[in-house]
């Protein structure tokens, strides 16, 4: 009895794996859904379009963005977790809900244990940006202003633990200067109250077509190189300061237990696309590059990250409203 039972899973679960083989053979057999934790028009969703429509053409399969925003990312990042493990829906998320939110707050999701990484879609290349009011040129300048003026300077973010408010506090961290945080809740909104000077500092992509047009002083590149559009601004390493960029990242994931079939498949395609002049002219048109990563660099980076946003969390003391 016993041996007819255990025979009778046995078959259950070799029909089950050549089952799964043989989806992730003929995936994607129908449209993919990419989950974005964020409303529609923000950075994320400018990163994801242009690869759902790359991916589609590479698959003959639509890749439909379905906008999930709420709880800074938290809401969308959960509904793909909890999704089936089939590759038919995946997510497409930058750093901050997996490397910075569960060190802030309780999540639905563990980063780490829920996700199988698929693919990096693209860094952000931006940098601290200052009003011209101040007279403040070059980073040293800035850095010796802000040191007479303790507090004075304020600089604004899309929000308590974002990526640009980590950002600032590593800097403040590494150089010992003070800096007035304020809150917004967008790049949109506070780029409103930078270019008349209200406020005085950003990092944040939307600052940099008024770098350009003369409105704005671009200060640094947080990165490992030098934008070639800004060829004489140099990065926060080669200003001596390490270890104080806070990568923003937007990358694919997969619901845990997707068949490995299917994410080698999606990432070999990935960097194939990505080499690509047309995706990197698309990529760059929003501010970003895309690195060639396999998944296990991809998971690798993101422990890295993690516990270094946890540091400066702790240093800097934030916590949630």
Same mark, same amino acid.
Do not use: C
């Given at each position: 009895?016993?041996?007819?039972?255990?025979?009778?899973?046995?078959?259950?679960?070799? @029909?089950?794996?050549?089952?799964?083989?043989?989806?992730?053979?003929?995936?994607?057999? *129908?449209?993919?859904?990419?989950?974005?934790?964020?409303?529609?028009?923000?950075?994320?969703?400018?990163?994801?379009?242009?690869?759902?429509?790359?991916?589609?053409? @590479?698959?003959?399969?639509?890749?439909? /963005?379905?906008?999930?925003?709420? @709880?800074?990312?938290?809401?969308?990042?959960?509904?793909?977790?909890?999704?089936?493990?089939?590759?038919?829906?995946?997510?497409?998320?930058?750093?901050?809900?997996?490397?910075?939110?569960?060190?802030?707050?309780?999540?639905?999701?563990?980063?780490?244990?829920?996700?199988?990484?698929?693919? *990096?879609?693209?860094? /952000?290349?931006?940098?601290?940006?200052?009003?011209?009011?101040?007279? /403040?040129?070059?980073?040293? &300048?800035?850095?010796?202003?802000?040191?007479?003026?303790?507090?004075? !300077?304020?600089?604004?973010?899309?929000?308590?633990?974002?990526?640009?408010?980590?950002?600032?506090?590593?800097?403040?961290?590494?150089?010992?200067?003070?800096?007035?945080?304020?809150?917004?809740?967008?790049?949109?909104?506070?780029?409103?109250?930078? !270019?008349?000077?209200?406020?005085?500092?950003?990092?944040?992509?939307?600052? !940099?077509?008024?770098?350009?047009?003369?409105?704005?002083?671009?200060?640094?590149?947080?990165?490992?190189?030098?934008?070639?559009?800004?060829?004489? /601004?140099?990065?926060?390493?080669?200003?001596?300061?390490?270890?104080?960029?806070?990568?923003?990242?937007?990358?694919?994931?997969?619901?845990?237990?997707?068949?490995?079939?299917?994410?080698?498949?999606?990432?070999?395609?990935?960097?194939?696309?990505?080499?690509? &002049?047309?995706?990197? @002219?698309?990529?760059?048109?929003?501010?970003?590059?895309?690195?060639?990563?396999?998944?296990?660099?991809?998971?690798?980076? !993101?422990?890295?990250?993690?516990?270094?946003?946890?540091?400066?969390?702790?240093?800097?003391?934030?916590?949630?409203?």
């Amino acid at each position: 009895m016993h041996r007819r039972i255990f025979l009778i899973l046995a078959s259950s679960i070799l @029909a089950f794996g050549a089952a799964y083989d043989v989806q992730a053979q003929t995936w994607p057999a *129908r449209p993919v859904k990419l989950i974005v934790p964020y409303a529609p028009g923000g950075a994320t969703d400018a990163v994801a379009r242009p690869w759902a429509d790359k991916l589609g053409q @590479a698959f003959g399969q639509q890749f439909v /963005v379905e906008n999930r925003g709420g @709880a800074s990312g938290m809401i969308g990042v959960e509904a793909a977790a909890k999704s089936p493990p089939d590759g038919y829906t995946l997510l497409f998320t930058p750093s901050a809900p997996l490397s910075v939110l569960p060190h802030l707050r309780k999540t639905p999701y563990d980063p780490i244990k829920s996700f199988e990484p698929i693919g *990096r879609a693209g860094d /952000v290349v931006n940098g601290f940006v200052i009003h011209p009011s101040l007279g /403040v040129k070059t980073f040293a &300048e800035f850095l010796e202003y802000a040191k007479k003026n303790p507090g004075k !300077l304020a600089y604004a973010s899309s929000g308590t633990g974002t990526a640009t408010h980590l950002r600032l506090e590593a800097l403040k961290i590494k150089t010992g200067v003070d800096i007035l945080h304020v809150l917004y809740r967008g790049g949109a909104d506070s780029l409103n109250d930078l !270019l008349p000077g209200s406020v005085q500092m950003m990092n944040e992509p939307v600052t !940099l077509p008024h770098v350009k047009a003369g409105k704005l002083i671009l200060l640094n590149i947080n990165g490992s190189e030098r934008r070639p559009d800004f060829p004489d /601004v140099p990065t926060l390493t080669e200003l001596g300061i390490t270890g104080a960029d806070v990568p923003i990242w937007f990358s694919f994931f997969a619901p845990a237990g997707v068949p490995k079939e299917i994410i080698r498949t999606l990432n070999a395609k990935m960097i194939e696309i990505a080499k690509t &002049e047309e995706m990197k @002219a698309a990529l760059w048109a929003v501010n970003a590059v895309a690195p060639l990563q396999t998944p296990e660099e991809m998971a690798k980076d !993101l422990e890295i990250d993690s516990t270094r946003n946890a540091d400066i969390i702790k240093a800097a003391n934030i916590k949630m409203e």
